[in-house]
């Protein structure tokens, strides 16, 4: 009756451990799914941005567009203003310069982006290949069991018959 209440007292402290290393798993698959929800948003704000970036490239595109109608407007109605025509030239030129500054940043952003895309995919691939390995399948909670319960019951039968 003793083996019995002892079995039934491993057997509690076994279920405990096992509730507790569930407890645990949960809480840790909790904040790596609360990670990952952080690192998709984070996502989603860089893709905003990269679409308001394009958005602000065609604006300017458009603004160029309009800037030279204007240059050409004003050569043929002011060709005899060369320094007029001279200092829009020289505009006309840095906006150029910003438009390709600012596409060199638009494509720098976007690699930038596209990297974070790929480095985050991989760090939940992992996280989800490591989930995977830390779940315990319930087969192998039972047959631990079992074994566990068994090996006691040996040792426990040897401890007798030493006696």
């Given at each position: 009756m003793?083996?019995?209440?002892q079995?039934m ?9 096992v509730e ?5 798993i949960?809480v ?6 609360t ?16 679409q ?23 050569q043929?109605?002011v ?40 480095d985050i ?5 992992q ?8 779940i315990?399948s ?12 068994f ?13």
């Open positions: 003793e083996d019995y209440l079995y007292k491993t057997l509690r402290c076994q279920m405990n451990d507790d290393q569930a407890a645990k949960s840790e698959e909790q904040m790596q799914i990670t990952i929800q952080s690192l998709e948003s984070d996502l989603t704000s860089a893709k905003s941005i990269d308001k970036l394009k958005e602000e490239t065609e604006q300017m595109m458009t603004a160029k567009g309009e800037i030279c109608s204007q240059i050409l407007d004003k043929r109605k060709a005899s203003l060369e320094s007029d025509c001279r200092t829009l030239t020289q505009n006309l030129e840095l906006v150029h310069q910003e438009r390709v500054s600012l596409l060199a940043k638009l494509v720098e952003k976007s690699s930038y982006y596209a990297k974070v895309a790929e995919d991989v760090k939940f691939q996280l989800q290949g490591w989930h995977n390995c830390r315990p319930p087969d192998t909670e039972v047959h631990d069991s079992v074994k566990e319960t090996d006691e019951e040996k040792v426990a039968a040897g401890d007798e018959a030493a006696n």
